[in-house]
């Protein structure tokens, strides 16, 4: 495009200057001295330069503009296109103009290289989410396929077939978790508190709604469920509300022991706050552990949950919690269980506005 604007110019001012030098050399008497025509043509070569040199000093002030803008969309370009994104392979002489240039268009040094690390860090994570779902949705998607090729196939009794498809069922529904509850985490990425709808309802009743719905899970696993019922009233998402609850209860159940054990249920209600305390007497978290196990996709003992966990309830507790003001704590110990604290500050409709 350049070449072809370039040479287009150089052949207009050709033009332009030989025109110039026929027309004076007809305009005036062949008597006419050689200096009126020599002065005429040189003024013609420099009115047919005038547009070379104007399209070119345009184009390197419009190309020195522009330079900031290319190098930031090169920068970010290289950060979110790459598919095989490595931090460590980012192009820091590229990242060190950027901010240059933002640092000498007014913006403060420090925001902007935080601004910077903001987005390598949402894209790292981007990177890691889609290769941790992609990991773990072939696990029950193996079993689901392993099982129903051997029924398939005649290679199994009545009882095994029986024990199978209890087996594809309990993947299948699996794997219909997984899949909610990255789309509600995804939802979280994207601002979900800013369209949902808040109201005021009873945390109580949905607490007892959950411990009933999980009774039967908890019978199973030989958990019995204490609650003292507190009638507490709460301004929040209740859809949201009642994942937290159901995953909780779920958690505490599902950690227990071999031989099974209590689950407590606690709420209590202050002037200023609301708590919910979850306490098992289950299989317990060492305490290296107690920082990651709300990062998704992340499990304690992955010989045990491979086949039941998601690995992204708890994480979705911390979003919910955090949505609404509140902060998760986790006490435990090995072997002897854990406590899950959840702290609401009490809030209404204005102070999540």
Not at 44 to 49: D, M, R
């Amino acid at each position: 495009m350049k070449n072809r604007v370039f040479r287009t110019l150089v052949i207009t001012m050709l033009l332009i200057f030989f025109t110039t030098l026929i027309l004076s050399i007809n305009f005036f008497e062949i008597d006419i001295r050689k200096e009126y025509i020599q002065i005429i043509a040189l003024c013609g070569f420099f009115i047919a330069l005038i547009p070379l040199l104007s399209n070119y000093l345009a184009h390197l002030l419009i190309e020195t503009s522009l330079k900031p803008v290319s190098s930031f969309l090169s920068y970010i370009t290289e950060i979110l296109m790459k598919d095989n994104y490595d931090e460590d392979n980012i192009n820091l002489e590229l990242e060190q103009e950027v901010l240059d240039y933002l640092v000498r268009y007014g913006h403060n040094s420090k925001d902007v290289k935080e601004a910077l690390d903001r987005v390598k860090h949402a894209q790292a994570l981007r990177k890691e989410f889609s290769a941790n779902v992609t990991h773990e949705l072939k696990s029950p998607l193996t079993s689901i396929n392993g099982y129903a090729e051997m029924i398939e196939n005649g290679m199994t009794s009545y009882e095994q077939s029986k024990e199978f498809a209890k087996i594809i069922h309990e993947q299948g529904n699996r794997l219909l978790s997984m899949i909610d509850e990255t789309i509600k985490l995804s939802k979280f990425d994207n601002n979900y508190v800013k369209t949902e709808r808040f109201s005021l309802f009873n945390l109580n009743d949905m607490i007892e709604q959950n411990i009933e719905s999980l009774q039967k899970f908890a019978q199973g696993k030989n958990v019995k469920i204490e609650y003292m019922p507190n009638d507490t009233h709460f301004y929040g998402n209740d859809k949201l509300m009642d994942d937290l609850i159901r995953n909780m209860i779920s958690n505490g159940i599902k950690y227990s022991k071999e031989e099974g054990g209590v689950l407590k249920i606690v709420l209590e209600e202050s002037l200023d706050q609301i708590v919910l305390r979850f306490i098992d007497q289950g299989i317990g978290i060492a305490e290296e552990n107690q920082e990651r196990i709300f990062e998704r996709f992340y499990v304690v003992n992955k010989s045990r949950d491979r086949k039941t966990g998601t690995g992204l309830g708890l994480s979705l507790v911390k979003n919910i919690a955090i949505m609404h003001k509140g902060k998760v704590q986790v006490k435990s110990k090995l072997n002897e269980g854990s406590e899950f604290i959840i702290t609401f500050p009490k809030l209404m409709e204005n102070d999540y506005r």
